[in-house]
């Protein structure tokens, strides 16, 4: 990804075609590329880069952007909290702290890939929660290792069943779960 390309959240944030939600400390957008059905992305309008730049003092303004996104999202969706999946990746390659808000169907259009499934149904994901017990205990967030955990096999969110191919995930869920297909 080029230097310009990492900066796209930032510029999607400041064209009001793109805004679905503003005020003065946050601002939703739809994800370009969703990997569920419902897909936003909230951010903060204060310049943070990403999870490691969060101190404790940054708690509020957590707790205030999951608070808007599941606000939003459930209103516009008609979901409830528990249909949504909520949190930051540990890594990201866009130049601006965002916090994903989807539905746990992840069955939106750019779900195609391992990794993708991965970002969002491994410890890669982190929930605002253990965001905001890290900052207060230890005053960083706590990241895996590294990514490989995004190239091991993929595992069902419902159940214990791996694959290496999301071809054969989408099957599983449609046959199993009765989730819609996956495209």
Not at 12 to 31: R, T
Not at 72 to 80: E, I, P, S
Request: aromatic share 10%.
């Amino acid at each position: 990804m080029t230097n310009e390309a990492r900066n796209n959240l930032i510029l999607s944030m400041n064209d009001p075609s793109n805004i679905l939600y503003s005020d003065e400390f946050v601002v939703i957008v739809a994800d370009q590329y969703p990997k569920s059905e419902h897909h936003y992305l909230v951010m903060p309008k204060e310049d943070l880069f990403d999870v490691r730049s969060l101190r404790e003092h940054h708690i509020p303004k957590l707790i205030y952007m999951e608070l808007k996104g599941l606000e939003y999202v459930m209103r516009t969706t008609g979901l409830f909290a528990q249909d949504l999946l909520v949190g930051y990746h540990a890594f990201t390659s866009m130049n601006r702290l965002h916090l994903h808000v989807l539905s746990k169907d992840f069955c939106g259009p750019h779900m195609r890939l391992p990794h993708q499934w991965n970002s969002f149904n491994t410890e890669f994901f982190i929930p605002t929660h253990k965001i905001i017990s890290e900052l207060q205990s230890i005053g960083h967030t706590v990241l895996p290792p590294n990514k490989k955990i995004l190239h091991q096999p993929v595992q069902c969110n419902k159940c214990d069943f791996f694959t290496n191919e999301i071809k054969h995930l989408k099957f599983h869920l449609k046959m199993v779960h009765y989730v819609p297909q996956i495209v």
